[in-house]
């Protein structure tokens, strides 16, 4: 008997004796048992019915428990935030301006009014604090997340160009706050609140700039390495210092009551900084520069930045100065170490943009009551709001980049960025909202206000755009389309897994690296989705071309490198190949069509999953080569000026053994690529004509390389899947001939 057998017999042996043995225990401990009081403890059901009966009071019971009240508006809130996050990205806006429309939606505004009895079941006032202190949690998280993006050494090097911006994006509004604070003081705050404490907080909500937003609509507009995006990066970096710390002092100020009162609240904060700034900071510099890898950094170190996070965050909460700064300073004095940061971050930001940050926005949203503003008042004053919070900080902002010698062009632009302002706008506001200083009608105002300005910031600079490309050329990869120079072939090789950039650069060199022009390769490389962090970026482009760059020098070709963020990759991609005038466009095809073990796995997941659950595909087969590559062969191939080729990798090593599919004699073109192969491999092609056989006669298994065109290939998979499933690597090209 082999092992198998013997683990078999024994596992169920053990399982019979130690089964007898539990149910004569079971059986002898009813004996003790007092029948009356237990049946009356339990209410033993006496059939089926009743058991039933039993089963769903205990899941009402369940439900309707703190734990369990808690982890359903979680799960509303993580999918609510989600689809609007997903919905206003797809309009080009950043996702949290969907996160935090999806926060007033979940609250009494729309929820609360359109079905009261389920906003009453799902979020009961009894349960809110839980929310509450869960998401001010996640925003201590978040903010020393803030805190280790900010690269105080960037900021120093720009300190002469930048702090005439952002101190007078900062001043100028908060001005302009003090005087409209002073005309609402009586009509529109407590009564019990001093004029500076709702002074003070008027004037900060509305000089404050969402770094995070701003940083990541520069990335989406592909400013990051421009010298606009460098300077309004580094202009809103040393303006959110300015800021967090004068919010500390205003904090101070208002729990104190007087200026003269917050004395020693902000002589001992200046002590606290000073001391993370010349004692804690110098320590964590020399931690960094020994843990740089993620090897290095364990669980003791981790425990170690948060119990420091947590201890400073506690200070500055003690000392009146809110928890959030002590986070926010903590960010700051992280070591320099770009790799130390990163770990870190990736270990923080993660969990509390995807969990806490949500529940954030919603604890907010459940605050905001648009009923409030009941009358013409009401809506003119968030009207005058809004004028005010654009006028200062847009005009603050576009002044001074105007003085300091940047061109209007790019001081409009200063000025609509500096302009936005999102989640650290709803962090002040939460601050003056709980320590009552804010009344309700004004915060709700106040988050109108930021929702306007940070909703507008991506029109607004579409609209900049608009108006100066009339007038000049625009210096990026947006500009108009680029004509090659004479003699040069240019190449545009986009790909998506690092693998796949240096064997699809393999493709491109055997395919067209002994034509007549000069080959000039660019590869793209695009990460999807608008929520990549600015400090991880360029760790994903060292990562993604780290293979493509090391096949590039072994081919001995000159190669260039690009990486974008993108919303959506297939418009992006065919929108810099025609702009920018490229002859050939190759793309991967992903893993649709894959023959590795993982990626065949994926694939029949993901087929079941459109069979049974969206109702896609109709047959009964697990291969699906032409549903799954037809929408995205046919938007490079239909939306791209130039000939395109999509490869799909099947092994590829070496082109030796080539077979060129003909459908008819449309397809003629093929025989150009096949020319370029056996001058640059010397392969051996061999041309198979469909109107005289099927594919399945050709013996796919026996080529190396195949050549197909995309109308051929839409008709053959459909009609030779099984035949399809032995094919080798494969490159579908659009009909047409790139001139090389």
């Known amino acids: 008997m082999g092992k198998g057998g013997k683990n078999a017999i024994f596992y169920v042996t053990m399982l019979i004796v130690f089964g007898l043995l539990i149910y004569l225990v079971a059986i002898g401990g009813e004996a003790l048992q007092i029948d009356s009081a237990v049946a009356a403890a339990t209410h033993a059901p006496r059939s089926l019915a009743e058991g039933l009966d039993v089963f769903v009071e205990l899941l009402m019971h369940h439900v309707q428990s703190d734990i369990g009240i808690l982890l359903l508006q ?50 009961p006032l009894a349960s809110l604090q839980n929310i509450n202190i869960i998401s001010q949690f996640g925003l201590i998280l978040f903010m020393f997340a803030i805190g280790m993006e900010l690269n105080i050494t960037e900021i120093r090097k720009r300190l002469n160009e930048t702090i005439l911006i952002s101190h007078a994006s900062t001043i100028f509004p908060f001005f302009l706050g003090m005087m409209t604070a002073y005309f609402l003081y009586h009509k529109y705050a407590y009564e019990s609140t001093p004029f500076l404490s709702f002074a003070l907080f008027i004037s900060i909500s509305l000089s404050i700039t969402a770094f995070p937003v701003l940083a990541r609509i520069i990335q989406e ?47 001992f904060s200046l002590v606290y900084i000073l001391f993370m700034g010349l004692i804690v900071r110098p320590f964590l510099q020399m931690i960094g520069h020994v843990y740089h890898n993620k090897e290095l950094v364990d669980k003791g170190l981790v425990a170690f930045i948060f119990l420091l996070l947590i201890i400073s965050s506690y200070l500055t909460e003690i000392l009146g100065l809110h928890a959030l700064f002590g986070a926010f300073i903590a960010g700051v004095v992280m070591p320099e170490n770009i790799k130390f940061r990163k770990i870190l971050t990736e270990k923080v930001e993660d969990v509390s943009l995807a969990l806490f940050l949500p529940l954030f926005f919603v604890s907010t949203g459940l605050r905001t009551e648009i009923g409030l503003l009941d009358s013409p008042d009401l809506w003119s004053m968030c009207g005058i709001f809004i004028v005010v919070a654009i006028v200062g900080k847009f005009g603050g902002s576009l002044v001074a980049a105007r003085f300091v010698g940047e061109s209007w062009k790019d001081s409009l632009y200063i000025g609509a960025l500096m302009n936005t302002r999102g989640l650290m706008e709803l962090v002040v506001l939460t601050i003056g909202y709980e320590m009552q200083i804010l009344t309700p009608p004004v915060f709700v105002m106040l988050v109108l206000m930021t929702l306007v300005t940070t909703f507008m910031t991506t ?47 393999d493709v491109a060199y055997q395919l067209f690296s002994h034509a007549k022009n000069k080959l000039e390769i660019t590869a793209l490389h695009l990460t999807v989705g608008p929520d990549v962090n600015p400090m991880h970026a360029d760790n994903f482009e060292e990562i993604s071309f780290g293979p493509i760059l090391y096949e590039a020098r072994k081919l001995n070709i000159p190669l260039r490198t690009r990486y974008e963020i993108s919303n959506n990759a297939g418009q992006d991609i065919c929108g810099i190949a025609n702009r920018e005038g490229y002859d050939f466009l190759l793309v991967g095809s992903g893993i649709s069509m894959s023959d590795l073990p993982a990626d065949v796995e994926a694939n029949r997941y993901m087929l079941y999953f459109r069979k049974w659950v969206l109702g896609v595909f109709r047959s009964s087969g ?11 062969t046919r938007t490079f191939i239909e939306q791209s000026n130039c000939p395109v080729g999509v490869f799909v990798n099947r092994k590829f090593v070496k082109a030796t053994n080539t077979l060129i599919i003909e459908g008819n004699e449309n397809d003629s073109f093929l025989q150009a690529y096949a020319d370029n192969l056996r001058r640059s491999t010397g392969s051996e092609c061999t041309v198979f004509r469909l109107s005289e056989c099927s594919l399945a006669d050709c013996q796919l298994s026996n080529y190396d390389f195949m050549l197909i065109s995309y109308s051929t290939w839409n008709r053959i998979s459909e009609t030779e899947k099984d035949a399809l499933q032995l094919m080798p690597s494969t490159l579908i090209l659009s009909q047409g001939i790139a001139s090389v």
């Open 622 to 632: 697990e291969f699906f080569p032409g549903e799954l590559l037809k929408d995205k």
């Open 74 to 123: 979680i799960i509303v809130i993580l999918i609510t935030c989600r689809v609007f996050g997903w919905l206003f990205s797809r309009m080009g806006q950043p996702t949290v301006v969907g996160e935090i429309i999806a926060g007033i939606v979940l609250g009494p505004s729309v929820l609360g009014n359109i079905l009261p009895s389920v906003s009453a079941f799902l979020f």
């Open 221 to 267: 507009k592909g400013l990051t390495k421009t010298y606009l995006g460098t300077l309004s990066l580094a202009s809103a970096a040393n303006g959110d210092i300015t800021a967090w710390c004068l919010l500390a002092v205003v904090v101070a100020i208002a729990q104190a009551g007087s200026m003269l009162s917050a004395v020693y609240n902000i002589a």
């Open 459 to 505: 029109p607004l600079i579409s609209l900049i755009q608009f108006c100066y490309k009339a007038h000049e050329k625009i210096k990026s990869h947006k500009a108009e389309k680029i004509s090659p120079p004479e003699g040069v072939f240019k190449l545009l090789l986009s790909f998506g897994r690092a693998g796949n950039g240096q064997v699809m650069l």
